[in-house]
């Protein structure tokens, strides 16, 4: 088609490209065929049946107090994880992170509370609560004891895959088409391929269709076992404020409930439209020009869009802390909620430079990441300025829950850079690049800039001590 235009333009002296490109511009008004996807006949939860953070909490302290040896005196601690974004690999870190420890612990999951996601995090966080929600609803309940069935090696399969192609493919043909036609076709969206390469990746390596189902499905027939919460992170275009899609139901704090601060609960929004897991999980991971900006429509209108979370902050911690804060509001109401030990799980995934962790202002001129530029300040600082308070403000809220809690109570999961080996921010992984994700979450390749091996211990110890006085 790109050759018989350009031949037509040649032969005819008309400038067959700039018409396109004027088209595209013109169309641009009332073309756009990126709305949010919603399923057509399935119905959602209402919002306002949906349980906040403070029921939820109650809920999971109902299974804690259910157990028929449950002491009054035993601690309970109690996990909320934070995961970074960061394309594929943050997707593949993530899993492997959470299953590791969950095949390791089997009752791991019944201590995670939520999982609060960003972008590629949100897509781990998402595979990782869609296994556990099949292994819940199989034959036999599994859950917690020593024949529970692995997740690693599923998890890895299903994050394996090329996502790269589906999105390239779309971009570059049905969207690209789309951008000149005046009438908006929602099957040639970019977004909407790479959310069925998702649901095609899920089909093929697992029992279910989790991902193209609605994402509330995850918690139907919960029973005895519980299920973590998804808290997935995107931004609102038009206000730079979070936007949240989550199982829970998000107060802001100017409601009768003190939970979350200035942010947007798309639930609420949408209220009985469905969205199928894959769709939520996008929302959050709309990441620059490879995915687009989705529209919010409700009845014939657009009311905003969304884009990837990591705009607003990019490590999922916001979100975690104002979970743990609501903890304790509870502890000083309460003196059962005393006995929750929290801890906070951050996942992160920017392979760090251990030669240059020390970014204070006295070791700018030596320090690569930080060294000020040698030229084009005036045109390139503002830029650098709005890109860098993105990383600066996911890094504030990282210390500050850290302070919070207190490091041990803290647990970082990170990546060094590989001497010899790239790992990439992408929607494809290499073998090679998989395979050193693994070893460094099983070593102490990184020193003591991410002691992941002695985070699993601490993880299994906290589990162990509860286990035991049960």
């Not at 209108?301 to 509870?330: C, P, Q, R």
Request: aromatic fraction near 8%.
């Amino acid at each position: 088609l790109g050759s018989a235009a350009d031949m037509f333009g040649m032969h005819y002296r008309f400038p067959v490209f700039t018409a396109l490109f004027l088209l595209a511009v013109a169309f641009s008004f009332w073309n756009d065929n990126h709305a949010v996807r919603t399923l057509a006949g399935t119905e959602a939860k209402p919002w306002a049946e949906r349980h906040n953070v403070e029921a939820a909490l109650r809920e999971w302290m109902k299974h804690q107090l259910a157990e028929p040896t449950a002491r009054a005196d035993t601690p309970l601690p109690l996990f909320v994880v934070a995961a970074e974004g960061g394309g594929i690999r943050a997707a593949y870190w993530t899993a492997n992170v959470l299953t590791t420890i969950q095949d390791r612990n089997p009752c791991f999951a019944d201590q995670l509370f939520a999982m609060s996601g960003v972008s590629g995090g949100s897509l781990g966080s998402a595979v990782f609560a869609a296994l556990l929600a099949d292994q819940r609803s199989g034959p036999r309940n599994l859950r917690c004891n020593a024949e529970t069935s692995a997740l690693n090696d599923v998890a890895k399969a299903v994050l394996s895959e090329d996502y790269l192609a589906s999105a390239i493919a779309a971009t570059l043909y049905p969207d690209l088409v789309q951008r000149v036609l005046p009438v908006a076709i929602g099957r040639f969206d970019r977004a909407r391929a790479l959310e069925t390469a998702w649901e095609h990746a899920w089909r093929k390596h697992t029992d279910s269709d989790r991902f193209a189902e609605p994402l509330d499905r995850l918690w139907d027939n919960a029973g005895e076992r519980w299920l973590p919460s998804l808290l997935l992170n995107a931004t609102w275009v038009e206000t730079g404020k979070r936007l949240l899609v989550s199982d829970l139901r998000v107060q802001p704090r100017d409601d009768e409930i003190a939970e979350f601060a200035d942010v947007e609960d798309l639930h609420r929004f949408y209220n009985q439209q469905a969205l199928p897991l894959s769709a939520a999980v996008h929302l959050s991971a709309r990441f620059t020009y490879v995915s687009p900006a989705g529209s919010i429509d409700r009845d014939g209108k657009t009311y905003g869009h969304a884009v990837d979370g990591g705009y607003f902050e990019n490590s999922g911690t916001t979100t975690a802390l104002e979970v743990i804060k609501t903890i304790d509001l509870l502890a000083a109401r309460e003196p059962r909620w005393k006995r929750v030990r929290p801890y906070v799980i951050l996942i992160s995934n920017q392979p760090v430079d251990l030669r240059h962790l020390d970014m204070r202002l006295e070791t700018g001129p030596d320090n690569k990441r930080i060294k000020p530029l040698p030229g084009g300040n005036e045109v390139l600082s503002p830029w650098l300025t709005l890109l860098n308070t993105r990383a600066a403000r996911g890094s504030y809220a990282t210390v500050t829950t850290r302070w919070h809690l207190g490091s041990s109570q803290f647990l970082h999961f990170g990546l060094c850079k590989h001497e010899h080996l790239k790992i990439p921010l992408g929607w494809v992984l290499s073998k090679a690049a998989r395979e050193a994700m693994d070893a460094q979450l099983l070593d102490n390749a990184c020193g003591e800039a991410f002691t992941n091996k002695k985070h699993l211990s601490t993880i299994a110890r906290a589990l162990n001590e509860r286990m035991a006085k049960r």
